[in-house]
């Protein structure tokens, strides 16, 4: 039995991991610590609840609509580096908005404030999450390949997973919560 070549490069496969690993710590950081974040600052916790359920609504509606976009799209670069590139700036830019709420507005306008960067920044993961996935079936046809690109990524989601838990708590009591997330 003779042992199919790899299409894709050591480097490639090291930085699929590696953008998996970048765009879930903010993942992580949004979905485990945002709500605690939103609180402190003043956010009633029914208002948030308010707020995640209507960004999640939001989620439901632009998910299929952003897989369309992706399929349909014909770009300069291809069909999902580009969406990826836009996702790398706009994940860390959209999480780094979300903890940036001075806490002396309005309650009203910090309920705007969550909301709107809420739903910006999840625009944004999609672009990375729908182009991510699917990249690794264009980028080789070997099963087993993607297998690998697969659990490259998985190694990088549960390693940022670990890192935003054990760092946040660590962090954000001493520095707070805005340069917490800058830092990650």
Do not use: C, H
């Not at 485990?32 to 208002?47: E, N």
């Not at 989620?59 to 369309?68: C, E, I, R, S, T």
């Amino acid at each position: 039995m003779t042992k199919k070549v790899m299409q894709t490069t050591f480097g490639e496969r090291f930085l699929y991991g590696l953008y998996a690993f970048g765009a879930i710590l903010s993942y992580y950081a949004i979905y485990s610590y945002l709500q605690l974040y939103l609180t402190d600052i003043g956010i009633s916790a029914a208002a948030v609840g308010v707020i995640f359920i209507i960004a999640k609504v939001w989620d439901a509606v632009n998910d299929p609509m952003f897989g369309v976009i992706v399929d349909k799209a014909n770009l300069k670069g291809g069909k999902f580096i580009p969406w990826l590139k836009i996702g790398a700036v706009a994940i860390p830019l959209s999480t780094i908005l979300m903890f940036l709420i001075p806490s002396k507005l309005p309650v009203a306008v910090k309920i705007i404030w969550a909301l709107v960067s809420y739903i910006i920044w999840d625009l944004a993961y999609t672009m990375y999450d729908a182009p991510i996935s699917a990249l690794a079936t264009v980028a080789t046809d070997n099963t087993n390949e993607r297998n690998k690109l697969y659990a490259i990524a998985s190694f990088g989601v549960y390693f940022g997973g670990i890192l935003v838990a054990i760092l946040v708590p660590m962090f954000y009591p001493a520095i707070g919560w805005s340069f917490t997330i800058i830092v990650l």
